[in-house]
Nanobody
Framework: QVQLVESGGGLVQAGGSLRLSCAAS????????LGWFRQAPGKEREFVATINWSGDTTTYADSVKDRFTISRDNAKNTMYLQMNSLKPEDTAVYYC?????????????????WGQGTQVTVSS
């Protein structure tokens, strides 16, 4: 069974940076697409970024484009989300997810496995 564990969240001032990590186990990590999603209080979970099995194709939500960077290290079974120029509206629980195949989409229904989330809080 696939297990995903997020880490790296915390409290940061507006304009600061954080790097989130997602450690995976249970199957061949390099064969599957991955994504980051987030959920703020009172809002539905939303797409943040995706990356395909090899790391050569990425997508970003408009709200994080040019501020966040998704990457993966298949040798370490780990995915990352580098978050720069953080804004208070980025405050949310961030979740990593693994797809059922080699490619990724922006839709939550595409993903079979989810982590428990890590809290990111950005202060003004």
């Amino acid at each position: 069974q696939v297990q995903l564990v997020e880490s790296g969240g915390g409290l940061v001032q507006a304009g600061g940076s954080l790097r989130l990590s997602c450690a995976a186990s249970g199957r061949t990590f390099s064969s599957y697409g991955l994504g980051w999603f987030r959920q703020a209080p009172g809002k539905e979970r939303e797409f943040v970024a995706t990356i395909n099995w090899s790391g050569d194709t990425t997508t970003y939500a408009d709200s994080v484009k040019d501020r966040f960077t998704i990457s993966r290290d298949n040798a370490k079974n780990t995915m990352y989300l580098q978050m720069n120029s953080l804004k208070p509206e980025d405050t949310a629980v961030y979740y990593c997810a693994e797809a059922g195949g080699r490619y990724a989409t922006i839709f939550m229904s595409h993903y079979d496995y989810w982590g428990q989330g890590t809290q990111v809080t950005v202060s003004s």
